[in-house]
């Protein structure tokens, strides 16, 4: 016993003397490895007898875990040093500039595309995405577009072969939509995704752009509804202040059907050079679902109605952004997207 106490103290007095880890540690190995001078006391248990041995066991435990603890409170004294002696020579100007890290951003298009995901999602919708090389069947025939209407020529069309080509629009995913429903409503889906035409590129056309169709099918839907929907999308996308138009127009998916406009953010709806002096600018396509695409998609247009809309998300962009050149989009032109960089 008093030599166990002997060694306590020793390593106590050594511990207490140490000025860096590593003499600590040196201490801790001395005392505490398999080889130290604790070990050597136990090694005379075996000569005991077993009262003396119970007693014995317990001291050196409670040797080892005093050693132990004030190894551990010696550390934590002699880490904090440490870490103030280097913070003492590290001296920090905290007013100089600091490097620049160029950071990535969000392409424009992704932005409005995030953005009309989002309010839709809130509004209840779902998203529906389908295959870019379609059929004609579902491009065309499923759209009241039968072969020979006149109306695919509003549509110059990709043809990979007869009846496959690159889709001219998001509402064959529509199509598809509402077959998988089976005649039962109601449906909700938005359908973001690119499309392709023939058509000569130039500040306002692209051969390729983006597109987001949306799609409501239930019991007594009217117009009423679509534009109440349109209203809500003009406002988050440009403004609560915008204001919209719906005028006639003609799509043979859709009975009536409409142009919207919004009124013009840069004049306020008085007229200016960006609204050709008129107040509005046309920004998408609308209408009524046609009860002859309900039936071909397996509704029942005595039950269901429906509306859908066209919205081109390069069309959003530029008169959100004020980009005059849908070309810009296509370009990778750091010039152009570092203006879409992260701020703060």
């Not at 998988?180 to 889906?189: D, F, H, R, T």
């Not at 009124?263 to 002859?292: D, Q, Y």
């Not at 005059?324 to 960089?341: A, T, V």
Request: net charge negative.
């Amino acid at each position: 016993m008093d030599e166990l106490l002997k060694i306590k103290e020793e390593a106590l007095a050594k511990i207490e003397a140490c000025t860096n880890l590593s003499s600590l540690n040196d201490v801790r190995v001395v005392y505490l490895g398999k080889k130290g001078p604790i070990q050597d006391a136990m090694k005379s248990m075996k000569n005991m007898a077993p009262e003396e041995r119970a007693s014995f066991g317990q001291v050196s435990n409670q040797v080892k875990q005093e050693i132990t603890q004030a190894i551990e409170v010696k550390k934590e004294v002699l880490e904090k040093a440490v870490l103030l002696e280097k913070l003492s020579k590290e001296n920090i100007d905290i007013t100089l500039p600091s490097n620049f890290i160029p950071l990535g951003s969000l392409h424009p298009l992704t932005v409005v595309a995030r953005d009309i995901e989002e309010l839709f999602l809130g509004m209840g919708y779902t998203i529906e995405s389908g295959p870019e090389v379609e059929s004609d069947h579902y491009n065309f025939e499923l759209m009241n577009l039968p072969k020979d209407h006149p109306a695919r020529d509003m549509q110059d069309t990709f043809y990979i072969d007869e009846n496959t080509l690159m889709r001219t629009h998001t509402s064959p995913v529509q199509a598809r939509t509402m077959l998988a429903a089976k005649g039962e409503g109601p449906i909700k889906v938005i359908c973001p995704g690119k499309t392709y035409r023939r058509d000569d590129d130039d500040a306002t056309h692209s051969h390729q752009f983006m597109q987001c169709e949306g799609l409501v099918i239930d019991k007594n839907i009217t117009m009423a509804d679509l534009k109440g929907t349109l209203e809500v999308f003009a406002k988050k996308m440009f403004g609560q202040k915008r204001q919209i138009r719906l005028r006639p127009s003609y799509f043979p998916f859709t009975e009536p059907s409409v142009e919207v406009d919004i009124s013009c953010h840069n004049c306020e709806g008085k007229g200016c050079p960006m609204c050709k002096h008129t107040g509005w600018i046309e920004v998408l396509g609308a209408g009524m679902v046609n009860p002859h695409v309900l039936e071909m998609c397996g509704f029942d247009p005595l039950v269901y109605q429906g509306f859908a809309f066209g919205i081109g998300m390069e069309r959003v962009a530029m008169l959100k952004y004020g980009i005059d050149n849908i070309r810009y989009f296509y370009n990778d032109d750091l010039r152009f997207l570092g203006q879409f960089s992260r701020k703060g």
